[in-house]
Structures are given as structure tokens and as C-alpha cells.
T-cell receptor, first 109, second 114 residues
Framework: GQNIDQPTEMTATEGAIVQINCTYQ??????LFWYQQHAGEAPTFLSY????GLEEKGRFSSFLSRSKGYSYLLLKELQMKDSASYLC??????????FGGGTRVLVKP | DTAVSQTPKYLVTQMGNDKSIKCEQN?????MYWYKQDSKKFLKIMFS???????INETVPNRFSPKSPDKAHLNLHINSLELGDSAVYFC?????????????FGSGTRLTVV
């Protein structure tokens, strides 16, 4: 079966750093994705990791450890517009993405 | 604009009715999907088509029937709607050759069954 866990909610202050953890147990692994979803909108692609290590993209970075079944998304220099849900998703092959329940991040002034 | 577009954006209907949601992508992608996002925000896959062929069919009531007339279109027809069908339905597409770009999602259809 597929199991993807991430915290339900996190709160942080504008300008700070927040780390969203994701652990997964899946039958097969073909990459891990992070998506951002603002309320009432579609999820949008943030990052993709298939090899161990850190991928940096501006203020957002994503880390993967395949042996530990673990990833995190790091958001730096938080801005108010970063308030959204962040979805961890694992590809187990065959173009199928399985999503976690999402982490709602609230950025306060 | 290159995008995944789905219609309608909002759909309010009575129990027992039949309704359809349409999806079109002009990204040249090979694979299209239907996902359901419930009130707890879980995104769950329902169906996937690759070049008009059904490749993923999760445990979904057979009241739900997808149809792909060509690889740029994937529609979803729902018969005998029930209260529990209320959710946001997202269409998405992806490229077989560029899997590292993940999915591109449509803007969603918020279905409310009353």
C-alpha cells in the first residue's frame, strides 16, 4: 500500500524559515514531488527529487533521503503570499502520483 | 494560453441527477487524470488515460464513467449523484517524456450535491 505522512498545519512568522517534513512508504519509487496549493486554487508544481540530496530553487529547497523514506520542503524568507497548503506526492511508477494530506502553512506578520 | 482547462468551475445539483465535467489540455501531454479532493483536502486519484487508453481505474463507484475522445480531452460523467460526491474534482495532465515536471492541474470543479 501507499502511505504518505506530513503535518497538518504549521505557523511561522514573515521572514522566518519553515521546514515541512514528509515521510512515505510506497510500493515502488520513481520520484517525490512538492506542490503548493492556495485556497480555492489548483495545486502548482514546486519541486521534484529522485536522487538523494538537496535541490535548491530560489527561496524553496527540497531534500530527499530514499533509504529513510523522508523528504522535506524548506521555505526561506517567508512572505505572506506563502500562506498555502503544501502537498507531498510520490510517484510509484506508471505516471501515478499519490498525495499526502497536505500541510497548511500560515504566515503571520 | 497553454493550460489544462476544465468546465464548469462550479456545479450545484440535486441528488439523483446525472452531470458531466469536461477537461481539455493543449500542452501536448500524453496522459490525463481525474482526481477528487474531499473536504479534508486529500487528493485521491480516480482515473488515468494514456493516449485515450484507460490505465488507472481506482476503486470508484461505477456511477463514475470517464471518457477520452482523444488524448487532449478527458471528460467525467457521474450518474445518480449522491451527497458524498460533493468535492472538488481536478483534471490534470502529464508528459511521458518529462515525468520530472509532474502534473499540470486544471483549476478544479467544485461539485455540490444537495
Amino acid at each position: 500500500g501507499q502511505n504518505i505522512d506530513q503535518p497538518t498545519e504549521m505557523t511561522a512568522t514573515e521572514g522566518a524559515i519553515v521546514q515541512i517534513n514528509c515521510t512515505y512508504q510506497t510500493s515502488g519509487f520513481n520520484g517525490l514531488f512538492w506542490y503548493q496549493q492556495h485556497a480555492g486554487e489548483a495545486p502548482t508544481f514546486l519541486s521534484y527529487n529522485v536522487l538523494d540530496g538537496l535541490e535548491e530553487k530560489g527561496r524553496f529547497s527540497s531534500f530527499l533521503s530514499r533509504s529513510k523514506g523522508y523528504s522535506y520542503l524548506l521555505l526561506k524568507e517567508l512572505q505572506m503570499k506563502d500562506s498555502a497548503s503544501y502537498l507531498c506526492a510520490v510517484s510509484s511508477g506508471g505516471n501515478k502520483l499519490t498525495f499526502g494530506g497536505g500541510t497548511r502553512v500560515l504566515v503571520k506578520p | 494560453d497553454t493550460a489544462v482547462s476544465q468546465t464548469p468551475k462550479y456545479l450545484v445539483t440535486q441528488m439523483g441527477n446525472d452531470k458531466s465535467i469536461k477537461c481539455e489540455q493543449n500542452l501536448g501531454h500524453d496522459t490525463m487524470y481525474w482526481y477528487k479532493q474531499d473536504s479534508k483536502k486529500f487528493l485521491k486519484i480516480m482515473f488515468s488515460y494514456n493516449n485515450k487508453e484507460l490505465i488507472i481505474n481506482e476503486t470508484v463507484p461505477n456511477r463514475f464513467s470517464p471518457k477520452s475522445p482523444d488524448k487532449a480531452h478527458l471528460n467525467l460523467h457521474i450518474n445518480s449523484l449522491e451527497l458524498g460526491d460533493s468535492a472538488v474534482y481536478f483534471c490534470a495532465s502529464s508528459s511521458n517524456r518529462r515525468q520530472n515536471y509532474g502534473y499540470t492541474f486544471g483549476s478544479g470543479t467544485r461539485l455540490t450535491v444537495v
